[in-house]
T-cell receptor, first 113, second 113 residues
Framework: DQQVKQNSPSLSVQEGRISILNCDYT??????FLWYKKYPAEGPTFLIS?????DKNEDGRFTVFLNKSAKHLSLHIVPSQPGDSAVYFC????????????FGTGTRLTIIP | DGGITQSPKYLFRKEGQNVTLSCEQN?????MYWYRQDPGQGLRLIYY???????QKGDIAEGYSVSREKKESFPLTVTSAQKNPTAFYLC????????????FGQGTRLTVV
């Protein structure tokens, strides 16, 4: 049972435009969420996080939005740059204080110059 | 420099052999994780440990074993019972508690020959 889902395997966006990556989850007990960026044959690097008490968190070009009622979060990147081309993973944790961290299947973002 | 180190970067194993992947962190993190990445499958959790001498099965623990005798170390053994061991393995660590990021190693590519 996939508790964290990223339904778009890939996304292409023109340089300078906004990239929107989506993530859905099924476990209502998750209380924090994270986004990671990954290049091939490397470990993921942390981008931004949000706790369930917030609905928005912003850090530079990256903004994460959380809609708890819909069990949905999204990552906005604006403006998109060629270096943003990578695979993006969302992750969720915090179920009853358990340290388990569950990742989605990833979305490959390609920025078109 | 603080960080998390996985070794080796590439590993070849003959069918029927056990092999151990190393993961060491000097970040003083309590929680450590092992994930496996396959094409199109995202990051799937194998095992995680919330504290020394404790570990929990993740979503795909069959054919794997771990130990957590020291805070800094969380080795993963891929046993001969693992049917499809060829994959990219990622180790991570983080502080316990909500809304803390996980730091990843650079990964180990295991190939069964």
């Amino acid at each position: 049972d996939q508790q964290v889902k990223q339904n778009s395997p890939s996304l292409s966006v023109q340089e300078g435009r906004i990239s929107i990556l989506n993530c859905d989850y099924t476990n209502s007990m998750f209380d924090y969420f994270l986004w990671y960026k990954k290049y091939p044959a490397e470990g993921p690097t942390f981008l931004i996080s949000i706790s369930s008490i917030k609905d928005k968190n912003e850090d530079g070009r990256f903004t994460v939005f959380l809609n708890k009622s819909a069990k949905h979060l999204s990552l906005h990147i604006v403006p998109s740059q060629p270096g943003d081309s990578a695979v993006y993973f969302c992750a969720a944790g915090g179920d009853f204080g358990n340290e388990k961290l569950t990742f989605g299947t990833g979305t490959r973002l390609t920025i078109i110059p | 420099d603080g960080g998390i180190t996985q070794s080796p970067k590439y590993l070849f194993r003959k069918e029927g052999q056990n092999v151990t992947l190393s993961c060491e962190q000097n970040l003083n993190h309590d929680a450590m994780y092992w994930y496996r990445q396959d094409p199109g499958q995202g990051l799937r959790l194998i095992y995680y440990s919330q504290i020394v001498n404790d570990f929990q099965k993740g979503d795909i623990a069959e054919g794997y074993s771990v130990s957590r005798e020291k805070k800094e170390s969380f080795p993963l053994t891929v046993t001969s019972a693992q049917k499809n061991p060829t994959a990219f393995y990622l180790c991570a660590s983080r502080n316990r508690g909500a809304d803390t990021e996980a730091f990843f190693g650079q990964g180990t590519r295991l190939t069964v020959v």
